[in-house]
Structure formats: structure tokens, C-alpha cells
């Protein structure tokens, strides 16, 4: 039995040294697809400490590899056998991870800058994957670590302060480079001028910050944890039996419309703007319905802001709406931003005038 488990070792071992980026690609999107299915919601705990030990693993093999390429860490002859197969655990948690955070930024996302952050991150994602990188593989892994402690951090004061902000932002960012600032105090120590740690370790994560910092105040980074799960244009909003019901006029073949995006007023018409919105439990905070007109000579143009109180802990998200009576024909855009400014959600509509008596029958979304 022992043989020939050592037999199926060893072929094993060596279709990895024949095919080790083949095998690295595989594992690193098995790790990305695995949490794609199970992936939960994003205040639960057992996946809060699922995210915070595989990055502990991480880091822990990370470091390793830092001071063994520094020579202040000597492997034993026996670690060694299986250091060099290290490369499959760093993959997989690494496709797990950014799983995670990809799809979470991407739920969180409306404006075009937002995609473009996500766009950076699954760039960076699939970097590690191609050989003129890998040969760039620490830097690489050092920028993807960071990126993962710091929207580890990001994500996680929101749900604990039970808020967006920029106080929750700060506190996950200073939590972050102190965290990975006492990594350094601990194991490099006076070696800043060594040329290694500099280029391939300290200006990546500093590097990495910078660009949190910026996209924050740039909004360049999506709202997480806030996300927008439904919202639609509507004549009329009822609650019943805790459901709250649009009535709308889009003909069935528009199945993609969002109620009714081509809103026909005739007058005395109501027009509503409902939206569930998730977040976190515990979660209490504000959003804003801004309301936009494109107008011929400034282009949209804000013509008001409506508040939005919100709860959060519901899984299809926390349910309200913005009214309007008093509103012109033309093309307008309702944009959800939280209350540190940043945009969660939009909806572009069309308002034409409708002088007929016929009569309507209205069809029912329900939220």
C-alpha cells in the first residue's frame, strides 16, 4: 500500500516539474471558482475568519519566502522537498481571496470609474498567471497581498460601526498599514536599504495604499458593503403584507426594463423611484436619490436630492423610494450615492407627456 502510494507521489510529483504554471493556473481558478459557489453573505462571521486565516497563511509564506531570498531564513534539507510545491497554496488562497473581493467590489459598483478599479483587480488577478510576471513573482504576490489585507480591513470597520464613511475607511486603512508595518518592525528591521526588500516589497505596498487612498477620495472604489439589488421607475408605490409593490407600463417583451423607463405622465402622475438596497446587519446609515435632467445647455443638471434612510440585515436588501410630483418631460438619471459621496446605484429614465383619456392597466413588480 505504502508503494504504491509512493508511486502515485511521485507521478504526481513530476507531471507538476513538467507542467508546474499549468498546474499554478488550475489551482488559482479552482481556488476563485470554489468561492464563487459558496460564497455568503458579507457580514458572516465564519466567512470574516475564513478570510483572516487564509490570510495569515498567506502572509506566513510570504514572509518565509522574503527571508529566504534574504538569506535570514535557512530552510531544512526536509522543507525544502516540498517548499518549491508552496507556489499551489499560494494560488489557490490567493484565487479564493480575490474572489471574494472582486465580486463583493463588483455588487457594489455603478459608476464607470468603479469598473475600472474592478478591471485593476482582475488585471492583477490573472497577472501572477502569465510567465513575464511570474518571473516579477514576489513583487507581484507582495501587491496582491496588500490588496487583499487592505480591502480585508475596508470591508470589515463598515460592518463593524454599522456605516460607510470616511471614518471607517481611515480606521481600515491605518489598520492596515499597521499591521503590515509591524510584519516589517518584526522581521526587516533596519534592512530598508537593502535594494530587494525596497523594490520588491516596501514600494509595492506602499505603492498599493497610495492607490486605496486615492480611489477613496476619488471614489474610484466601490461603496462595500453597500449594493443595490433592485430598483426600478414607477406611477405609483403600495405596501402590502410587507411587501411593497410598482406599478408600472412596460410591455412584457421589454423583460431587461427596469419599470417604466419610458415614463408617459398624463397629469396628476406620481413618479417613484423604488430600490432595495442591501447592507450589512446593524447596519444604519443614509443614501441619496439624486435627481438629474439633461438639459440643452448645462448637460445634467441636479434638480434634487432626496434623503433615504436605511436598515440593514435583510438578504434582499432594505426597501424604500423617492417621489416626485413636480417634474418636467425629457431625459433624467437618478443616482443612489452613500452618504460619503460615493455612488452605489443608477437608473436612467425618459419623461414624455400623455394627453390620453384611454384607459391603463398596470402590471406589478414586486420587492
Not at 464563487?36 to 483572516?52: E, H, S
Not at 501572477?128 to 497581498?145: A, D, S, T, W
Not at 471607517?168 to 516589517?184: R, Y
Not at 446587519?281 to 443638471?301: A, C, M, Q, R
Request: glycine fraction near 8%.
Amino acid at each position: 500500500m505504502v508503494e504504491l502510494l509512493n508511486q502515485y507521489k511521485n507521478k504526481f510529483l513530476d507531471f507538476y516539474q513538467r507542467h508546474e504554471v499549468l498546474v499554478s493556473a488550475s489551482v488559482f481558478i479552482f481556488g476563485f471558482v470554489f468561492d464563487l459557489f459558496t460564497l455568503g453573505r458579507i457580514d458572516d462571521l465564519l466567512n470574516l475568519i475564513q478570510q483572516a486565516v487564509y490570510l495569515s497563511i498567506l502572509g506566513t509564506l510570504l514572509l518565509c519566502e522574503i527571508r529566504v531570498k534574504i538569506g535570514t531564513l535557512t530552510l531544512s534539507e526536509k522543507v525544502q522537498k516540498y517548499w518549491q510545491y508552496r507556489d499551489l497554496v499560494v494560488h489557490f488562497l490567493f484565487g479564493s481571496l480575490l474572489s471574494v473581493y472582486t465580486i463583493f467590489y463588483y455588487t457594489s459598483a455603478s459608476a464607470i470609474t468603479s469598473f475600472f478599479f474592478i478591471l485593476l483587480l482582475a488585471g492583477l488577478m490573472l497577472a501572477n498567471e502569465f510567465p513575464h510576471f511570474q518571473k516579477l513573482g514576489l513583487p507581484v504576490r507582495v501587491i496582491l497581498f496588500s490588496i487583499c489585507v487592505m480591502s480585508f480591513f475596508s470591508f470589515l470597520y463598515p460592518i463593524l460601526i454599522g456605516h460607510v464613511g470616511v471614518i471607517p475607511f481611515w480606521l481600515g486603512f491605518l489598520t492596515s498599514v499597521a499591521s503590515l508595518a509591524l510584519v516589517w518592525k518584526l522581521n526587516f528591521k533596519g534592512m530598508e536599504t537593502q535594494s530587494l526588500l525596497r523594490r520588491h516589497v516596501l514600494i509595492p505596498t506602499v505603492s498599493v495604499h497610495l492607490l486605496f487612498l486615492l480611489g477613496y477620495y476619488t471614489s474610484l472604489i466601490p461603496p462595500v458593503p453597500v449594493a443595490v439589488k433592485k430598483i426600478g421607475v414607477y406611477y405609483s408605490v403600495e405596501k402590502t403584507d410587507g411587501k411593497y409593490i410598482g406599478h408600472h407600463l412596460r410591455p412584457m417583451w421589454k423583460f431587461w426594463g427596469k419599470g417604466s423607463q419610458d415614463f408617459s405622465a398624463r397629469p396628476g402622475d406620481q413618479l417613484n423611484v423604488m430600490l432595495s438596497i442591501f447592507s450589512p446587519g446593524n447596519f444604519k446609515d443614509e443614501v441619496f436619490l439624486k435627481w438629474y435632467l439633461d438639459t440643452p445647455k448645462s448637460g445634467w443638471t441636479l434638480q434634487d436630492s432626496i434623503k433615504m434612510s436605511i436598515l440593514g440585515g435583510r438578504d434582499e436588501g432594505f426597501r424604500g423610494f423617492g417621489r416626485k410630483t413636480n417634474y418636467q418631460v425629457g431625459d433624467w438619471r437618478v443616482v443612489i450615492e452613500t452618504s460619503d459621496g460615493r455612488e452605489v446605484g443608477r437608473i436612467n429614465f425618459s419623461i414624455t407627456q400623455d394627453m390620453s383619456v384611454d384607459p391603463r392597466y398596470f402590471k406589478n413588480d414586486v420587492f
